[in-house]
């Protein structure tokens, strides 16, 4: 991946893409105090960049640490970083890190770095393919518990039980996994959100120690505006067997059937192909009305 043309914002300026390393001893590298986003632009336009920005200069104030590049500077970078790179559909990935001046448990004074880059992904929206749904493996890690790790930020160290999870569900041939919390409730796959669908109603865990994603949201505020019941709420997994429907959330996921979890399968029912269909509409930018009331 960094062996590219291109370009990557980096501090302020571009640097060409193969330039762009940083040092071994890095902070954020040994003690994970790196914070990121997941973004994508269907269109030239990046969905909800505002939102994801928001979410990044929060994620690096939860960790101690501020951003030294404002909202609007970010998101300025993304806009012309898409067009220098002249991609139009892209997935986006900006980072930010504690740097290499300290090497130590306690790194106060160390610079913090920002950087952001974006790479072609292509925008088909092929239902056919998508409607047979992915298989899901039960997670062995739980989320942490908010009192051990600090869950309302995107931070690369809470990434570590997601890759192991989902290297572990590829191994045993599954697309993903879905992760439990430290109470045994379920939470979420390892990096999208999860939803049931059960008697025509949508049930999803309440994001109490997982992120609560732009996806999910916007997917909430879709399924009301359907009029669809929407039930935020504690869920167990031994009632994974009584859902007829489930499909995850997110910014790569978009909207994603799930055929089956471990022992238990679901069909790709309507209200899942509503949403699908309602998502892609609203980041699809044929659609000025959606959008707009998507905000
Ligand atoms: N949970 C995890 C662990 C994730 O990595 C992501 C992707 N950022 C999500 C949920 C979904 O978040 P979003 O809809 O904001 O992409």
Redo the contacts with the bound molecule.
């Keep these: 991946f960094d062996q590219r043309d291109g370009e990557i914002w980096w501090d302020g300026t571009f640097v060409p893409w193969s330039e762009a390393k940083l040092h071994v001893l890095s902070h954020g590298l040994h003690y994970a105090s790196s914070v990121f986003?997941?973004e994508r632009a269907y269109g030239g336009r990046i969905f909800k960049s505002e939102e994801?920005t928001a979410?990044l200069h929060e994620s690096a104030r939860v960790l101690g640490f501020e951003i030294p590049y404002s909202e609007a500077v970010i998101n300025a970078a993304k806009d012309e970083l898409l067009q220098r790179m002249n991609l139009v559909d892209a997935y986006i990935r900006p980072v930010a890190w504690r740097g290499s001046e300290m090497m130590g448990v306690s790194a106060q004074a160390n610079t913090i770095h920002l950087a952001i880059a974006a790479w072609e992904w292509p925008s088909y929206f092929k239902p056919e393919e998508r409607l047979k749904g992915i298989r899901l493996d039960m997670a062995q890690y739980r989320r942490p518990d908010p009192a051990t790790a600090p869950f309302k930020s995107?931070a690369a160290g809470?990434?570590m039980i997601?890759t192991l999870s989902k290297h572990e569900a590829e191994r045993k041939g599954y697309a993903d996994a879905l992760m439990l919390d430290w109470r045994g409730q379920v939470a979420?796959?390892?990096?999208?959100?999860v939803f049931f669908v059960k008697d025509g109603k949508i049930h999803t865990p309440t994001p109490d120690c997982?992120?609560d994603?732009?996806?999910?949201r916007?997917v909430i505020d879709l399924a009301k505006r359907r009029g669809f019941d929407l039930i935020e709420r504690v869920i167990m997994p031994d009632e994974l067997e009584t859902f007829e429907q489930c499909f995850l959330?997110?910014?790569?996921?978009e909207v994603t059937p799930v055929s089956e979890i471990g022992p238990y399968t679901f069909e790709v029912g309507e209200i899942t192909k509503a949403l699908m269909t309602d998502y892609d509409a609203v980041v699809r930018p044929s659609a000025p009305q959606l959008q707009a009331a998507a905000g």
């Design positions: 986003e997941g994801h979410r995107k809470l990434y997601c979420e796959a390892t990096g999208a959100n997982f992120l994603g732009i996806t999910r916007t959330t997110g910014t790569a996921a």
